[in-house]
């Protein structure tokens, strides 16, 4: 598990590969990622925005961007948590990700950026 925190809320991620969606003879690897979005600030804070870069092994770079997460923008109040799970295809059965969440602070509307780690995207058995 990848694990930061920024001013206060700590993102973790889990990784899983897809054998049963995947095909390697055409070049489709796919992925999922379980997120984990911890408030341990003392502000209640609103997920407005995510931002992603995702890397194969090709070198190819794709850039993501859009409102809240999987048509979501979660609120927490001190103390909760919010998981979802979501996914990635590559062309490659090696990559990695990582970006940002854009967060709002409802108490004062100040808006900061929450780092999400980078984290691998590998097939099992190119770990042999």
Same mark, same amino acid.
């Given at each position: 598990?990848?694990?930061?925190?920024?001013?206060? $809320?700590? $993102?973790? /991620?889990?990784?899983?590969?897809?054998?049963?969606?995947?095909?390697?003879?055409?070049? =489709?690897?796919?992925?999922?990622?379980?997120?984990?979005?911890?408030?341990?600030?003392?502000?209640? $804070?609103? @997920? @407005?925005?995510?931002?992603? =870069?995702?890397?194969? !092994?090709?070198?190819?770079?794709?850039?993501?961007?859009?409102?809240? $997460?999987?048509?979501?923008?979660?609120? *927490? +109040?001190?103390?909760? !948590? =919010?998981?979802? /799970?979501?996914?990635?295809?590559?062309?490659?059965?090696?990559?990695?990700?990582?970006?940002?969440?854009?967060? +709002?602070?409802?108490?004062?509307?100040?808006?900061?950026?929450?780092?999400?780690?980078?984290?691998?995207?590998?097939?099992?058995?190119? *770990?042999?």
């Amino acid at each position: 598990m990848n694990t930061t925190t920024t001013q206060g $809320v700590t $993102v973790s /991620v889990t990784t899983n590969y897809l054998p049963d969606y995947s095909s390697p003879s055409q070049e =489709h690897y796919v992925f999922a990622y379980k997120i984990d979005i911890r408030n341990n600030s003392e502000y209640t $804070v609103k @997920l @407005l925005r995510r931002h992603w =870069h995702i890397y194969d !092994a090709n070198g190819v770079v794709r850039e993501v961007e859009g409102d809240g $997460v999987v048509g979501q923008q979660p609120v *927490l +109040e001190p103390g909760e !948590a =919010h998981q979802y /799970v979501s996914g990635c295809n590559l062309k490659t059965g090696l990559g990695k990700m990582c970006g940002t969440y854009q967060m +709002e602070r409802l108490a004062d509307g100040r808006e900061f950026t929450v780092d999400i780690p980078e984290f691998t995207l590998i097939v099992p058995f190119r *770990l042999n």
